[in-house]
């Protein structure tokens, strides 16, 4: 029985995977940057320009997307630490998207590497 770092492991093996010193590159390349954590984390912060689609609607929400339906489109994907970014970019392959990359260390390393987010700003109501 594998566990889930056993799927994470293999999927590592099949994607395409970058460390947070070239992601700023790959990034500016990209044609959507998008962040698999769940919403909540997302709220608490995130690489600017990136869009929240969540790890469990991913493969439904993509072929929703028009602009993201042609199976070219540069997709570059990062999660907390990379376990969920790897599964959903070995999803989007076997879906036929040709370009995709994650953000080996996820966010976490991002954030260690001294790298800024961006924080939803709450208005006052005093």
Known sequence: MKTAQDLVMLAK??????????????????????????????????????????????????????????????VVIYCKTSGRSALAAASLMAMGYMNVTSIAGGIDDWVASGKSIMTPSMPSFE
């Not at 970058?18 to 954590?37: F, P, S, T, W, Y």
């Open 13 to 74: 093996q099949q994607i395409h995977e970058i460390g947070v010193d070239e992601a700023d590159q790959c990034i500016a390349d990209a044609d959507v940057l998008i962040d698999v954590r769940e919403p909540s984390e997302y709220e608490q912060g995130h690489i600017r320009g990136s869009v929240n689609i969540p790890r469990g609607l991913l493969e439904f929400k993509i072929g929703s997307i028009p602009a993201l339906e042609p199976r070219d489109t540069k």
